[in-house]
């Protein structure tokens, strides 16, 4: 079983940056994905990015050139680095790992911080 526990999140001005972090606990297959989803106020859950455990790379395209993900299989931990904010950034962001050989089947979640991009 693994338990994701996200952090990081918190109130920044548009244009600011935050970094987000995940921990896991248990051990995660270097086969695994681990990602980055998020779900605005009122609208379902959508894919952000995600790093396989050979760091090949996925992001959704309203991400791209502003956030940068990273994983540390040794530690079991995973960041995501956002910059350049904006209010539609706002959201609860969500830690995942897929099944092993499957990078979009998500099994385990984190609960989720939230990020507010607000002046």
């Known amino acids: 079983q693994v338990q994701l526990v996200e952090s990081g999140g918190g109130l920044v001005q548009p244009g600011g940056s935050l970094r987000l972090s995940c921990a896991a606990s248990?051990?995660?297959?270097?086969?695994?994905?681990m990602g980055w989803h998020r779900q605005a106020p009122g609208k379902e859950r959508e894919f952000v990015a995600s790093i396989t455990g050979d760091r090949r790379t996925n992001y959704v395209d309203f991400v791209k050139g502003r956030f940068t993900i990273s994983r540390d299989n040794a530690k079991n931990t995973m960041t995501l680095q956002m910059n350049s904010l904006r209010p539609e950034d706002t959201a609860v962001y969500f830690c995942?790992?897929?099944?092993?050989?499957?990078?979009?089947?998500?099994?385990?979640w984190g609960r989720g911080t939230l990020v507010t991009v607000s002046s």
């Open positions: 995942s790992v897929s099944r092993p050989l499957n990078p979009s089947g998500w099994i385990y």
């Open positions: 248990g051990s995660i297959s270097s086969a695994s994905a």
